[in-house]
């Protein structure tokens, strides 16, 4: 799996520990999960008031939205992951009580999508609609097979949608929620429990650019 857990569950320990007016910078000449997964962590605390800087060298590919308002992002996007966007903003606003969300976005010969909100978890969400689980990973397994958390019988297609459409692709997909995990590429399909806790839910996605021809809907009709 392209993440290595242990540096992140290291992180977290030390942003539970924040210095004061200390500066955090980020270097995404080469992307990876984990910085931009920190990246959110912290400039959703420094968001929340917390006495930090954090700067990037991709201020053009990054937005803090409210999720309830109209915004654009700063370069354009493929329809393929427009729909991404769009079923990944609805997760937040029906399902995480917080209505603030931050957005990465970047397209070249890859495109990469990436949205995090620091709400409540995937299997918190469950427990008020009354679907228990033993283990986080339970929960992550039931969203992305299509189970949705607005009711015990409803079906929600978004994350099974984005993921079908992401194997087509070729391309990756990494969801981190409270104390659970899935990660997917074309060649490894990884879930499992954390031994820490991830605030909120995190979703990125990258994939070659779709060409424009690609016809996302194609994969979705029979769901």
Not at 45 to 69: E, P, R, S
Not at 131 to 153: D, W
Request: aromatic letters at 16%.
């Amino acid at each position: 799996m392209k993440i290595n857990l242990g540096v992140l569950q290291e992180f977290i320990k030390e942003a539970n520990q924040l210095q004061r007016n200390k500066e955090y910078s980020f270097n995404f000449d080469e992307f990876s999960f984990e910085n931009l997964l920190k990246f959110f962590y912290l400039y959703h605390l420094q968001d929340n008031g917390y006495l930090i800087k954090v700067t990037a060298n991709f201020d053009k590919n990054f937005i803090a939205a409210d999720v309830n308002n109209p915004f654009d992002l700063k370069e354009k996007i493929s329809q393929t992951f427009a729909y991404f966007l769009g079923e990944l903003l609805d997760n937040v606003k029906e399902h995480s009580h917080t209505n603030r969300a931050y957005i990465f976005h970047n397209i070249n010969d890859n495109e990469i999508l990436g949205v995090f909100d620091a709400g409540i978890s995937i299997q918190i969400r469950y427990k008020e609609v009354g679907i228990q689980f033993k283990e986080p990973k339970e929960a992550i397994k039931m969203a992305i097979s299509g189970i949705s958390a607005k009711t015990k019988e409803e079906r929600g297609y978004g994350l099974s949608s984005i993921i079908k459409i992401t194997q087509a692709l070729n391309g990756e997909f990494l969801l981190i929620s409270g104390e659970g995990i899935f990660y997917l590429n074309n060649n490894e399909n990884f879930i499992d429990n954390l031994s820490f806790f991830w605030p909120g839910t995190s979703v990125i996605i990258k994939s070659i650019k779709p060409k424009e021809n690609f016809n996302f809907l194609e994969f979705i009709k029979w769901l």
